[in-house]
């Protein structure tokens, strides 16, 4: 049976990846760095998270029911 049929060739593998590149800590740490002081600048206080008080008391209701916000 092995003369009707032709055995299947078997292509060449890929060639091997190429090493990954040396870690640089140095610059890994600086981009670090930079990240952190930009989230940190990014960050608002305590006055701009509360909303209630830019509101005053436009925003409670007259019907003296208690509301979500206290």
Known sequence: ?????????????????EPPAEADFARAAALSEEAMTEERRKRKGRGATIVAGALGN???????????LG
């Open 1 to 17: 049976m092995s003369t009707l049929f032709k055995a299947p060739s078997i292509p060449t593998p890929p060639p091997p990846p």
């Open 58 to 68: 436009q925003a409670m209701p007259e019907t003296g029911k208690p509301t979500l």
